[in-house]
């Protein structure tokens, strides 16, 4: 009886966690998914992603994750964020459409582009 009792508790305890690590892998794709449409992440002496594509009108955020200050800047001039320090962000609106590089002023090998359609 006691076995049974047993077997029935680990059971339980191994369908809990698996419904438990499902619904937290779920919610890592879901979260993932809506914060890469309009945001480039600045980390690690990179822009991630390296190319975003965003329709026009679309707003895009940068975020500058590393510890180091940066600084977003359109290679034609049509945008400049000025010096980002650690956790801050620029926020940029394409409402043309177009391909626009762009690169940190600090870190010149820093690049990255927005294509917009």
Do not use: E, R
Request: glycine share 8%.
């Amino acid at each position: 009886m006691k076995k049974n009792i047993v077997l029935i508790l680990i059971s339980f305890l191994i369908a809990a966690l698996s419904i438990g690590s499902t619904s937290c892998s779920t919610s890592k794709t879901t979260a993932s998914t809506s914060s890469s449409g309009n945001t480039v992440d600045i980390v690690n002496f990179a822009f991630t992603p390296g190319t975003l594509t965003v329709n026009a009108g679309t707003t895009v955020t940068w975020t500058n994750s590393d510890s180091t200050t940066h600084h977003v800047a359109g290679d034609t001039g049509v945008f400049d964020s000025g010096n980002l320090s650690q956790n801050a962000t620029y926020s940029y609106t394409f409402n043309n459409a177009g391909t626009f590089p762009y690169h940190c002023t600090i870190h010149t090998y820093m690049t990255g582009q927005v294509v917009v359609h």
